[in-house]
């Protein structure tokens, strides 16, 4: 499973930075990526895909619409854009 959680900068430079024993949960923070400032708007692209197994070399595209439309895990990162 993964999950992402919206901390402060400061918490997670804390965290990330703290040499002392680690609970399990701060450890998974700790070794966790951000999101860079200014993503697009993320979605699961499996859901884009067909169930079947396609063999080797069997190109599958995938419309403007069917991206467009598919539901939104994250939304875009605007407002970190403005800030720079």
Do not use: C
Not at 17 to 43: F, M
Request: net charge negative.
């Amino acid at each position: 499973m993964q999950i992402v959680i919206n901390i402060s900068e400061d918490d997670y430079n804390n965290i990330k930075n703290y040499t002392g024993v680690l609970a399990y949960y701060e450890y998974l923070i700790k070794n966790g990526i951000p999101l860079p400032k200014g993503h697009g708007r993320l979605i699961d692209e499996s859901d884009l895909i067909p169930d079947s197994d396609y063999e080797d070399g069997i190109f599958y595209a995938v419309s403007i619409g069917a991206i467009n439309g598919a539901p939104t895990i994250i939304a875009e990162d605007v407002e970190s854009e403005d800030k720079e």
